[in-house]
């Protein structure tokens, strides 16, 4: 697709119209130039660029609003789950890679399935993948926390936030859910592909037991401990069976009420961020769909402002009414009196 | 050469070139442009926060906003940019112009910029409505824009000036750098052609930068082909446009019975809908057994209540929740279009109009040996004329078709009182001997293709063969005029009597008679049609090595072409 720019010849414009219009105020200026000289001064900048005194008279808010802030961490923390997550991803390629079955680490992944020497740890996977969900977690809370705390406040002039105000607001706070939820579900994915493998791999090596076989083991989808899944029916291959069963049961309970815990973490995470998230390939996806309700919303702010004016002159004519009616009653009352008396 | 990627090119580079929080700012033109290619998701990831008209005064004062602004280079939106600048909301401005700039323009905005917050000016050639990966139209619709101007043989300059950027634009869009060629039968399309080597010639930098490759530029006229516009279609993107309606690349079923809140405004856009990407060009009986497989998958995907037991089960539901959501709600759309479809086909008897309307179109004029045919065929019409339960619209367009095919018919005073007592008004019959005069370009051969000439003899072979094979579905046996001159061009024998070169292109440039042509832009001045798209789009598929685009300044259904006729008749055109 062809593009001009045609920068270079607009700044030469301006260029030249600035220094015409130097050139000519100067000119026409030659009687007021003491008068300018004193607002030069008096505006203290010191030298003789001419439009400076324009700049200044451009009372805009230039601080930008208090959530941007937030914006930014949020922008922050996702590119470091970004990075995490290649880095992990890596860290689960070499933990897959075949090897020999030597490393002692916990690893549980018992004889003929090992790490290759020098593997990373699970551990240090365990690590990460904890590292991964905090920042997941603490991303959603700030975009709650920007969605519901930080709504643009009325001005200090006291008028109520605009709609643009709110717009560009609930727009930042769309986009950042939009973004987090789809990072959450690539880690998802990335995990579940990760633990298919494991067990892929462990369950050629170790066809012995088959303890593993439970569904609650088999789904373990996310996070933690990415090495215990179904493999510890492979350690089992020993004379202490019972025991290390025993132990091995109960550290899977934990494991799947852990599990139960990060599933429903994220589920939470996962829904709050889909109410923010625009359905694609809809009518409200599309540009001129917001532009027409942005011209409604003006047009309905008029229509509010004339209802409000009808009722005011009205709520006087019926004060009117009020007091002449009590006027009518009153005058009624004394004749009555009048009369008695 | 795919107009749509094109147009989402600029908008990734206009909205990708600065970083931090945006304003949009568009204009009338522009709105549509982008609205078609672009979605508001596409901006938020962008960090494009607010989208708003240049028009709008009302706007806040942001200036911790940065704002791209971009709008056709007409003399409102550049008064209002200027406006913007005299007195700005934000703190630095983009600005970007969808056709060439003229350097005064240049010099204004230069001068109104006083506080220096423009930081760049770009022209972005994304001056056209995207519709199909090769389609593209130029949104001239009534009563904005009027075609003709005194004589159906004059361009209403306004008209002219806008088609000439459109096209313009669109080949640079593409980056190819246009050889044109035109319909020699057509005065309207030879100033078209002339207008638009012109401007090459006046932007000879742009065009012949090293980057563009040359492609075919063929500019033809809708008189030459009056019939297509005027024939139900029965493939589902033409199909919904002929009976609904699709502007902008929206749908209006708001007028349907107990149709879904959410449903009243639907969106079809190939480029975001798988289901309609395949399907678009499939025809209403291959569409309904393609939305009962959707069905059926949207069915297996959404998980039944009580599975949802095991943490396996939970874990996929979450995991294709925002999947399935897309999915029930495409599938609705769809559901919903083609039953609103299918009772419109039923409560209007379409299926039996369309059978007589291909029957009447692709029936032979120059073999007077089927004359009797001819007879057999008027009585068919005047049969549909006379049923009541046949709508007046369907009626009024079988009795022009039939004029159209044979315009000294001794029937047509017959069907005018037919069409007369079925309360058609007067007005229309008028229309019906203008559309003829319409379709007149040629002097009096009516509906003159302009093909290199297939010689009575061989007309009269094709018809043969056809009544012998036999035909393989009624309803789509229509063929328009577009399709065979495209496949003579391609094979390069299109004869340069027909088609000539504009002086200055064609030989000089490489491509002189008898060489295949690869790259085809064509061009319908007066409106193209759906059903031409999809032969384009077939074409394009079958022949290997073959890339063509065609655009028109809109898309017609039989309502709107109508309109334009009536419109050229009654207001502009000297009797």
Redesign the interface.
Known sequence: MATRSRTALFVQCRHQARADAASSSSHRAAPLEKQRLIFRDDSAVANDNDHDHLALDMPMPTLPPAWVDIVDDVDETMGRIQHAMTYLDGLHKRHLLPGFADDDDDDGTGPGGGTGGGGPTVMHIEATTQNIMAMLQTCSRHIKALERDYVPTASPDGAPPTYQASQVHKNAARRLATQVADLSSQFRAAQANYLTRLKSRSAAATPLFSLSDTDDADDVPLTTNSSSPAIPGASLATVSATDTTAALIADRDREVSALVQNLADLATVFRDMQTLVVDQGTLVDRIDYHLDMAANHVDRGNVELDRAIRYQASATKIRAIYLLVLAIVAVMLIGIFRQRG | MNVVQ?AQ??MA?MVGESAG?KVLL?DPDT??T??SV????F???K?V?????IG?K????????KCVCFCRPTQESIAHIIDELKA??Y?EYYLYFSN??K?LQ??K???A????L????????ADYLAINSDLFALDMDLPTWPLYAGTLADWDARALQRTVDGLASAC????KRPVIRYAASSPHAKRLAHELGYLMQQEKP?FE?R??TPATVLIVDRRSDPVTPLLNQWTYQAMVHEVLGIH?G?VDLSLVDGIRD?LK???L?AH??QFYATNMYANFGDLGVAIKAYLDEYQRRTPNKAALE???D??KF??E??EV??LA??VSKHVALTSELSRIVDDERLLDVSEVEQNVACADTSAPALLRSDEALAESVAAKLRDPLVSGESKFKLAVLFALHNPRSPHLASFKQLLADAAVSPMKLDLMDRVVRYATIAGPASTATGTSATTGLAQFGKTVMRGLKGVENVYTQHVPPLHSVLETLVRGKLKESAYPFLEGTGASNGFPEGVRVNDVIVFMCGGTTFEEARFVHQLSASVPGVRVVLGGNTVHNSQSFLKQIYDAFAQRVAS
């Open positions: 094109a090119g600029y580079k929080m568009l709105t549509s982008v609205s672009c979605t508001q998701s901006l938020l990831a960090e926060y607010l989208v708003d008209r709008n009302n706007r806040d004062k942001m200036a911790h906003l700005p909301k703190g060439v700039l350097k240049v010099e905005l230069a001068e910029d006083e506080h220096e423009v930081r760049e000016v770009q022209e972005c050639f640079l869009a593409l980056k742009l930068a980057t563009m902008h929206l959410d405004t639907v969106v856009a975001d809908d095991s943490i396996a939970m874990k979450v995991d929740y925002p959501r897309r709600g495409n």
